[in-house]
């Protein structure tokens, strides 16, 4: 079935319910779709970051289509996009930009960086130094970069997705804390099943080019006024007191875990009600309950906590600490 045709900027209602919008963003999946087999979470993950202006981490063994993802989503968005490829020798300034000094005017001028778009595909994150890493910091939190004392705003919407490969692997840096926290998620991108693999050769055998996503068939199918209309109606989205009080319950709960030595923070438990309610207004209702807490629990907590190095012997993962935090934390009727 192929996609719904993409809504013209001028139908799109930026202060009503956001039916349009929605549209679009289905639309904008179903793109996605046609690049990459399966991985409906991680596509979901990436359309939540989008309406929640937060930044999105992938994670997973080399050729699992992590960057092929986050390219259909750039080909599938009106949007100016950039890609960084994180190596050892990468300098912060390759990232944010530079002062060059002009022999004609005997002045300096400020020379961008790739950061300076709307969606940065920071490619292999954690094959650069933390130093290169932190370089993104400013960026992600403030949406500006900070040149010579000078602040310069970045466009928006801005958004950062990286991808890395497991810390164990070869030739990788870990993120420090400060990075990981400003990811809004952190999407596990598993190998496919057999079915979903049989579908990625049969593709290939059919002619899909990865590095041309225009031949198979990608369009930009949604755009700034799509997304702001969208923000607009999650903003309106309702939580009760009782959905606020279960997602502040969760967070606290794995502050007092016997396997962690550093819990969710109060910045995780607000990341946790942001998402819930991206979800539920992509699941088109107008208020969240718990099962959108549920799922998006896992992402976007996962890597805000910290195991304990006598747990993480005994093979406990933050994700079996969560999901033991969800049973035993009472739901709210």
């Known amino acids: 079935m192929s996609a719904p045709p993409p809504v013209p900027a001028e139908t799109t209602d930026p202060l009503g ?25 991680a596509v979901t993950g990436l359309v939540v970051a989008l309406l929640c202006r937060g930044h999105v981490l992938l994670e997973g063994v080399p050729g699992v289509a992590k960057t092929l993802l986050v390219r259909a989503l ?13 190596t050892p020798d990468l300098m912060p300034s390759d990232v944010t930009g530079s002062l060059v000094y002009d022999a004609r005017t005997a002045e300096f001028s400020f020379q961008p960086g790739p950061v300076f778009t709307n969606l940065l595909l920071a490619d292999e994150i954690n094959r650069t130094p933390p130093k290169t890493q932190s370089s993104l910091l400013e960026a992600m939190e403030e949406r500006q970069v900070t040149v010579d004392g000078t602040p310069r705003q970045l466009p928006d919407p ?20 400060a990075q990981l926290d400003r990811f809004l998620l952190k999407l596990t991108v598993p190998l496919p099943s057999r079915e979903e693999e049989i579908n ?13 996503l225009r031949s198979a068939g ?4 949604a755009g700034p006024s799509d997304l702001e209309a969208a923000r607009h ?14 997602v ?77 935090v969800l049973a035993h934390v009472p739901v709210p009727r």
């Not at 750039?74 to 994180?86: H, I, M, N, P, Y």
């Open 218 to 221: 990608i369009r930009p199918v």
């Open 248 to 324: 502040v319950d969760i967070c606290r709960a794995t502050r007092e875990s016997p396997s962690l030595s550093l819990g969710v923070s109060p910045r995780g438990a607000t990341a946790l009600l942001s998402t819930a309610r991206a979800w539920a207004w992509l699941t088109g209702r107008d208020y969240v309950i718990p099962d959108d807490v549920k799922a998006l629990a896992l992402p976007t907590l996962r890597h805000r906590i910290q195991l304990r190095p006598e747990a993480e012997m005994e093979g406990v993962t933050p994700d079996s600490v969560i999901t033991a």
């Open 158 to 177: 801005f958004l950062v997705a990286a991808t890395q490969n497991p810390v164990e692997y070869e030739g990788t840096y870990p993120l420090p804390e």
């Open 233 to 246: 109606a999650v903003a309106r989205t309702k939580v009760s007191p009782e959905i606020a009080g279960y």
């Open 200 to 212: 990625v050769l049969t593709r290939h055998s059919e002619g899909f080019n990865p590095r041309d």
């Open 74 to 86: 750039a080909a599938s968005l009106e949007l100016d996009t950039k890609r960084v490829q994180f």
């Open 17 to 41: 319910n956001g039916d349009t919008a929605r549209a679009s963003l289905d639309a904008l999946r179903s793109e996605i779709a046609k690049a990459v087999v399966g991985q409906d979470p």
